[in-house]
């Protein structure tokens, strides 16, 4: 079946400018997380969902970062005012159930340059 | 989250068994070790996962010693697409939850 998907692949955007990434998880998986990437380094985490709910958001940097799941499937992160400390690979990912110890699907990531 | 440490990099001719050996000496009773793979402009992909003694899938093997404070990936046999970043995870879903700690991870290269 289809995996966890993520668009777009790449996003250039100016310092400033808003943007918004999209994670479709895999069908049926009522949990939803959002990581990113710096060259490097291993994902860090950012938000978490169950069904439509954000559980636990302690991973956010800062108030510009927001993620919403309104029908409890697809998601979206949205950045305000992006920096160029931004620039990372965003990653999504889904599971069947909550817990980290239940396996995390991995979609490919949205590659972000802040210029 | 129990902290794990894992060499930062490997090097590995193609036929040969690799063995990435992963600390974690502070690891909780409900623990469980998992371990997941990284290839380039990809996102993390599950290996394998062990709570004691030894598992194996098609993919890997897993040996953790009675005390559990540490484990080791056994990749049999590895060719050159197993060139990737290897990542040792720790913790349990009640009290790490849901988010994992990935570190910087293990980067494994392969050569002919």
């Known amino acids: 079946g289809a995996g966890v998907s993520q668009t777009p692949s790449n996003k250039v955007t100016e310092k400033g400018k808003y943007v918004e990434l999209r994670c479709d998880p895999i069908s049926g998986h009522t949990a939803l997380y959002w990581y990113r990437q710096s060259l490097g380094q291993g994902p860090e985490f950012l938000i978490y969902?169950?069904?439509?709910?954000?559980?636990?958001d302690s991973g956010l940097p800062n108030d510009r970062f927001f993620a919403v799941r309104p029908e409890g499937s697809v998601s979206t992160l949205k950045i305000q005012r992006t920096e160029r400390g931004d620039s990372a690979v965003y990653l999504c990912?889904?599971?069947?159930?909550?817990?980290?110890?239940?396996?995390?699907?991995f979609g490919p990531g949205t590659r972000l340059t802040v210029l | 989250l129990a902290k794990t440490t894992q060499p930062i990099s490997m090097d590995s001719y193609e036929g040969q068994e690799v063995n990435i050996t992963c600390s974690h000496n502070?690891?909780?009773?409900?623990?469980?070790i998992t371990w997941y793979q990284q290839f380039p402009s990809q996102g993390p992909r599950f290996i394998i996962q062990g709570y004691k003694t030894k598992v194996t899938n098609e993919v890997a093997s897993l040996f953790i010693p009675a005390d559990r404070k540490s484990s080791t990936l056994s990749l049999p046999r590895v060719s050159l697409s197993d060139t990737a970043v290897y990542y040792c995870l720790v913790g349990d879903s009640d009290n790490s939850g849901y988010a994992l700690n990935f570190g910087k991870g293990t980067s494994l290269l392969v050569t002919p």
């Open positions: 969902f169950q069904g439509t709910g954000a559980a636990d």
């Open positions: 990912a889904s599971s069947f159930i909550q817990g980290a110890y239940n396996e995390q699907f």
């Open positions: 502070n690891i909780a009773t409900n623990d469980y």
